[in-house]
């Protein structure tokens, strides 16, 4: 019967008994005969074998399509049990944006957390606002949600198609983390299934050490099958404003002063333009100059200049205050005056706007290209160092792709979860978005590599965010004095090193 051979199986995969499981049909077979609700798939492996990175291709064994947690702790139980006879991994996959192939599990089983759809998104209406979700949801289907009932989550990233699991693991940092920090701290429980096979819920007073350790934790001590997200009331409306500086300290200042401000603005990001031309005419398809003739006079060739952008939520009938606020506000700024541009669009089109560029991209097939894409986190000390060499010196053009730059304020933020950031409370985070069209990875990956020397030579406490490191030495330099208890934490909740292996941070238990 179906029953008695799975038993066989099982029972000649217990270590030591037998080598039956190192064959990799046996393997393959001892997969397909397990009771699950979802199913397992072999054949298509193709999309789980790469990312959006676009650089790294490790084929899978095996795709779990959950559909239940326990389909989730069945599959870790079973190679557990395996042991050291199968050399078989995990890694739980979002919605694969990653970058180095962190996603990937070579000849592992890869879970598509997408398939995960229970429970239902469900929102509490409560003095302070949740939303239960999948580990595997999209951020997209999630403010669909919430804005159905006049809310919506504080904290974002700058692109929607993301899960929970997959943000959650890394931090989730966009231009309203000055004000509510970064969404791994908007986050009030945590369903998980640990790389020992339990499916165990931590929150701040429930297993708090693990709940800590998963956010931001790259995904090394268990899966995330459910968060519980906190809400605010969401806005109708925004009001985006964008505005050049030719001077780096000044733009910085600006930014500073305000993420600093109590009542200030929703968001704030902003990007570096290096040698650009018609920078403003590009503008012009979606944001209004404040003054035409004065911007059409304006030219961005040949120069470096730096683009503050910020955001004032409001509702419809509030618009003349907003107006006010952003007035008041702008009033106190040093940027160019020509180039003061504005929009205003729904919260959902503000929030989604890097969707539109993906639709574009993909249709002219520039989607799918390599990323090699390096995102740092610099500590304000250092930001003036850093950008007069990186924007002056070592880079020529940003004709790849965009170059963000914005600081955060962490005084707030929650010192206790995995994420590794500068010791000084305000930092920037600095995006290298590139693509890589035209046969340019080469040249691109040394400049990441220019930059990176750069940081260690001058001696700057600069960090890695969603970071890459090929060997353990590299990753304990990046944890510093907190690779103790990370490592005491793998061991606790992943002795075997099944999980997230494309990290590289732990070899798996041979
Ligand atoms: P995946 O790439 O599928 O997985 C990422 C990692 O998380 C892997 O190690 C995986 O094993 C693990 N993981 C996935 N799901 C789970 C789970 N349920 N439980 C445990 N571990 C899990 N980041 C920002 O912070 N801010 C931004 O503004 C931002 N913008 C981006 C824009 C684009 C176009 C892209 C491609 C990426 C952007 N990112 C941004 C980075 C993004 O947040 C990370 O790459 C994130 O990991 C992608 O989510 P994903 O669902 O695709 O995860």
Not at 84 to 101: D, E, F, I, P
Request: proline share 5%; with cysteine.
């Amino acid at each position: 019967t179906f029953l008695g051979i799975f038993m066989i199986l099982v029972l000649s995969c217990i270590p030591g008994r037998t080598n039956l499981c190192s064959n990799h049909s046996d393997t393959r077979s001892s997969l397909d005969s397990l009771d699950l609700e979802g199913y397992i798939t072999f054949d298509d492996v193709h999309n789980a074998s790469k990312d959006f990175g676009n650089r790294y291709q490790f084929p899978p064994l095996a795709i779990l399509h959950p559909k239940t947690v326990s389909d989730i702790s069945t599959v870790i139980r079973h190679i557990l049990h395996l042991g050291s006879t199968s050399n078989l991994t995990v890694a739980a996959r979002g919605h694969g944006h990653s970058l180095q192939g962190q996603a990937l599990a070579h000849q592992g089983v890869v879970i598509n957390m997408e398939s995960l759809q229970n429970p239902d998104i469900k929102i509490y209406r409560e003095k302070q606002p949740y939303v239960d979700v999948s580990g595997g949801e999209l951020w997209i289907n999630i403010l669909k949600e919430t804005l159905k009932h006049g809310l919506s989550p504080k904290s974002w990233t700058d692109y929607l198609h993301l899960t929970v699991g997959g943000t959650l693991s890394n931090a989730g940092i966009s231009g309203q983390a000055f004000k509510h920090g970064p969404q791994i701290n908007n986050v009030y429980q945590l369903e998980i299934v640990t790389g020992k096979g339990e499916v165990v819920t931590c929150s701040e007073k429930l297993n708090p050490e693990l709940f800590h350790s998963v956010l931001g934790g790259l995904g090394q001590f268990g899966i995330i099958t459910r968060a519980r997200i906190s809400l605010g009331p969401a806005p109708h409306m925004v009001k985006w404003i964008r505005v050049l500086y030719s001077n780096f300290s000044t733009f910085s200042r600006d930014q500073e002063h305000l993420i600093s401000k109590k009542k200030g603005f929703d968001y704030v990001e902003g990007f570096v333009s290096i040698n650009r031309t018609d920078l403003l005419n590009n503008w012009r398809s979606s944001f209004s100059p404040n003054d035409s003739t004065e911007a059409s006079q304006f030219k961005s060739d040949g120069k470096t200049l730096y683009c503050l952008e910020a955001v004032k939520y409001f509702n419809k009938e509030e618009a003349n205050s907003m107006n006010q606020e952003t007035e008041k506000l702008l009033s106190e700024l040093s940027y160019i005056p020509s180039t003061l541009f504005s929009s205003v669009v729904p919260y959902i089109e503000f929030l989604d706007r890097v969707h539109h560029g993906e639709i574009k991209l993909r249709a002219k097939g520039l989607w799918e290209v390599p990323h090699p894409w390096l995102n740092l986190l610099v500590p304000k000390s250092s930001i003036i160092e850093f950008a007069t060499e990186v924007f002056n010196n070592i880079l020529t053009s940003n004709n790849n792709g965009p170059i963000l730059i914005y600081p955060v304020n962490q005084s707030k933020w929650n010192k206790q979860t995995s994420l590794i950031t500068p010791s000084e409370d305000i930092f920037y985070l600095v995006a290298f978005l590139p693509s890589a069209v035209q046969n340019d990875l080469e040249h691109l990956l040394r400049q990441n590599q220019r930059v990176l020397n750069f940081c260690a030579e001058a001696n700057m406490d600069v960090k890695q965010y969603l970071p890459h490191y090929e060997t353990q030495r590299e990753w304990r330099s990046h944890f510093g004095n907190r690779w103790e208890t990370f490592a005491k934490m793998k061991h606790e909740y992943d002795p075997l090193a099944i999980l997230a292996p494309g990290h590289r941070i732990f070899q798996k238990a041979t």
